[in-house]
């Protein structure tokens, strides 16, 4: 399986800060990842296909980057709304694997 | 605008079968561009991918869980279920249905709101 690992798994910053959230694989997974929003009791969102395609809907302080084994994730401009965990998720091999998320507090 | 819903027992007993079942609506799981997809998440853990089902009944499962799991469609319904053997307490997640586009624009959205399944005697 291939392995998802992000960092950090927790931060906490002021409105208006920079977020940013890395993702490495294990292997070369080309540009085959996604990023999900999951806010406090809900199912994910997807807001991130194909590493740096915005969802449609999704606000453009999203963002994402990256290919091969390293990605980054940004919240140009943190609102109270992005609190929650975003997760990384491979789609190159199955079994399609997740990282161990990232869960993202207001200082 | 598709949404899914899954149904099932929340209490399941260790040794027996969890069953559940995503209704689909405002889309076809007939559709060729889309996987109808299960993940689940133990409480306060993050998510694991189970397995999903393309309409033609073709699967494809975690090999960490294959040897328990059936993903089955039943087309004429517009639903598609989960059956996972032999639970333990391990097995006690939300589980979630979703559907996972193929190729273009690969992800999985949208997501059910998920249902707790717990194991216990």
């Known amino acids: 399986d291939i392995q998802m690992t992000q960092s950090p798994s927790s931060l906490s910053a002021s409105v208006g800060d920079r977020v940013t959230i890395t993702c490495q694989a294990s292997?070369?997974?080309?540009?085959?990842l996604n990023w999900y929003q999951q806010k406090p009791g809900k199912a994910p969102k997807l807001l991130i296909y194909?590493?740096?395609n915005l969802e449609t809907g999704v606000p453009s302080r999203f963002s994402g980057s990256g290919s091969g084994t390293d990605f980054t994730f940004t919240i140009s401009s943190l609102q109270p709304e992005d609190i929650a965990t975003y997760y990384c998720?491979?789609?190159?091999?199955?079994?399609?694997?997740f990282g161990g998320g990232t869960k993202v507090e207001i200082k | 605008q598709v949404q899914l819903q899954e149904s099932g027992p929340g209490l399941v007993k260790p040794s027996e079968t969890l069953s559940l079942t995503c209704t689909v609506s405002?889309?076809?799981?007939?559709?060729?561009?889309?996987?109808w997809s299960w993940i689940r998440q133990p409480p306060g853990k993050g998510l694991e991918w189970i397995g999903y089902?393309?309409?033609?009944?073709?699967?494809n499962y975690n090999p960490s869980l294959k040897s328990r799991v059936t993903i089955s469609v039943d087309t004429s319904k517009n639903q598609f279920s989960l059956k996972l053997s032999s639970v333990t307490a391990a097995d006690t997640a939300v589980y979630y249905c979703?559907?996972?586009?193929?190729?273009?624009?690969?992800?999985?959205?949208?997501w059910g709101q998920g249902t707790l399944v717990t194991v216990s005697s």
């Open positions: 998720q491979q789609y190159d091999n199955l079994p399609f694997t």
């Open positions: 089902i393309y309409y033609s009944g073709s699967t």
């Open positions: 292997q070369d997974i080309s540009n085959y």
């Open positions: 405002g889309g076809s799981v007939s559709s060729g561009s889309y996987y």
């Open positions: 979703a559907r996972d586009r193929i190729a273009v624009a690969a992800g999985i959205d949208p």
């Open positions: 194909d590493a740096s």
